[in-house]
């Protein structure tokens, strides 16, 4: 088994900052992806970042210029640092990993608890 435990969520002001961190333990054999997924009240979750091992990451649109997603491969661990924030990004954000338990198993989708962003003045 996979936890995915997240950390840094809150309520912040327009404009403000937060730091979210999503540290993977367990089980894990590879760790072919991790990113960050929001979904706000009457809405689908939707892709936030994402972090693809080899280095390739990628954005919402909503999110380019203000969102950076970085991880610490040694300690299996992804950043989402959000810059300017707007009342729209106010969601719960989800930990994803896609991750392999063995060299004999597929990759398979984990999710972490989710932690809420509040942006309001």
């Known amino acids: 088994q996979v936890q995915l435990v997240e950390s840094g969520g809150g309520l912040v002001q327009p404009g403000g900052s937060l730091r979210l961190s999503c540290a993977a333990s367990?089980?894990?054999?590879?760790?072919?992806?991790m990113g960050w997924y929001r979904q706000a009240p009457g809405k689908q979750r939707e892709l936030v970042a994402i972090?693809?091992?080899?280095?390739?990451?990628d954005l919402a649109d909503s999110v380019k210029g203000r969102f950076t997603i970085s991880r610490d491969n040694a300690k299996n661990t992804v950043f989402l640092q959000m810059n300017s924030l707007k009342p729209e990004d106010t969601a719960v954000y989800y930990c994803?990993?896609?991750?392999?338990?063995?060299?004999?198993?597929?990759?398979?989708?984990?999710w972490g608890q989710g932690t809420q962003v509040t942006v309001s003045s």
């Open positions: 994803n990993a896609v991750v392999r338990t063995s060299g004999l198993v597929p990759n398979y989708s984990y």
């Open positions: 367990g089980s894990i054999f590879s760790i072919n992806a």
């Open positions: 972090s693809i091992s080899g280095g390739r990451t």
